[in-house]
């Protein structure tokens, strides 16, 4: 596997300034990454506050205990215990089979960083990743796609969710979800390592009850070697922990929600579109009730909290009450949880995608509305997986790999269609309608004076010569297009694996789509290449 870097922008406006280091966008950010000893200057700002390092890894631990573990993830342990020690953490939405390819890219990134900064500060620096399992989106995690010919099918789990539950709280039937995984394998093709990557999902499923656990068991069954830790943002015992955290931002919500907004106004009118949809009365905290994850309000007139479905109504000394007897049923949402990770973790950095850094840059009032800084924000990498077989088309066609990567390559493959087409027969066909047309006129006006009611038998029969001449033209065209077959799919299939359906490569396809074809040690050779946080967008040639 070779590493090659090329510039590609981001697919978010704001993400791509703030990557291309721009003043105007840094200036939403407390720390500037780009600035020699930037590192450094966050750690002795770290040191300088108190967290719970103990109890925040023997929580952590506790949730780790059911799944793949190495001597790695005892060190990685040890290591958060230690007084001295900074985490880099990010965190996704626990996708089905890992969900798609950023997820696994974002993973890389933290452990990527945390190995190269421990070596940089000679301090004790662990990868952490963050499970969304309080996200309730499911129409977000219950599917992958995968190719179908010339197209990728999205395939989808067929459970269906009524309720709007935490990702931590759906239960799956294992043997639905094996037989949905077999689905998924046999759209993909019996490959060199299919045998051996069937029976480790089977065994993940067997481990699993939610698609959490199922997630996190894969997710560390590849990436334990690495000392990565785990914690599930739902975890009851991690709510305990959280419970005053919760309490100050029940006390600070109007104000964290004024600080956002005030933000969200410069920003506009600096141009950006806002990235958090915001109430002006959010709250920024959900409950978990019978009918589901609630989002909260706050009613300043009443001065009372209530949840948008209204089945919630509470005085702040109500819902504190609530919060002592049932942490748990809290949890936190976009704006509140970047607060919440810094509030329970001593953050060298954080890693983020390109939506990410466009929302965090809506935070960095709220960050200081609580007494905090933002941890510095690390773009996440960038990576396109190219096979021999695509970059062999990419050569045949004299196709720039930039390029498609940025746009595709639907323009060049239809600019070949043209110059294949038969222009001759194109003309002629033309020709031959206009005469057409020429002469059932002269028709039509004979026949309107001798019989004027079979005018329109005239135009019937006009109508199916024309038709008859596309039908040919059709016809000749679809034989030149066979005869081109081969050099027209090379076009698809490098559209198809590069830039699917215009968006990047890590957005639809899957991990497994390449485990299969190249065996579990392919996230080894994947990991382990020397990656470069310097903005640039990375292509692993397999």
Known sequence: MELQSTVVPATNRFASLYIENRENIQEFFHYDITKNGIFRQRYRDVLERHFDRASLAACIEKYMSRFPKSDATGLALEKLRDQRSVVVIGGQQAGLLTGPLYTIHKIISIIKLAEQQEKELGIPVVPVFWAAGEDHDYQEINHLYVREKQTLKKITYPQQMTSKKMASHIEFDKGVMKSWIRQVFSMMGEKPHTNEILPFLDEAVHHSDTVVDFF?????????????????????????????????????????????????????????????????????????TDVGRELLLYDPADQVFISKGGSIVMTEEQLRQHLHDHPESFSNNVVTRPLMQ?????????????????????????????????????????VTLLNRAVEKDLEDLELSLEKVLQHGCKEEREQFLKHIQDKQLAVLVQQTKESLQE??????THIYEVDRGHTRLADTNLAFHLQQLDFLQRKVEESVIKRHEAILNKYLNVELMLRPAGHPQERAWNIFYFLNEYGRHFIHSLANKPYEFDGKHKVVRI
């Open 342 to 382: 810094e509030w329970l973790f001593p953050t060298l950095a954080f890693i983020a995608g390109p939506g990410e850094i466009a929302y965090w840059g809506e935070l960095q009032t709220a960050f200081e509305t609580v007494g905090m800084e933002m941890p510095p924000i690390v773009p996440r990498l960038h």
């Open 216 to 288: 996190t068991y894969i997710i560390l069954s590849l990436f334990k070697d690495y000392g990565l830790l785990v914690i599930d943002s739902a975890d009851p015992s991690l709510r305990e922990l959280e419970k005053p955290y919760f309490s100050k931002l029940i006390e600070r919500n109007q104000a964290i929600t004024e600080a956002v907004l005030s933000r969200q106004t410069i920003m506009e009118q600096k141009g950006f579109e806002k990235a958090i949809d915001m109430d002006e009365n959010a709250a920024n905290l959900f409950m978990n």
């Open 439 to 444: 002469h059932y006129q002269k028709i039509r």
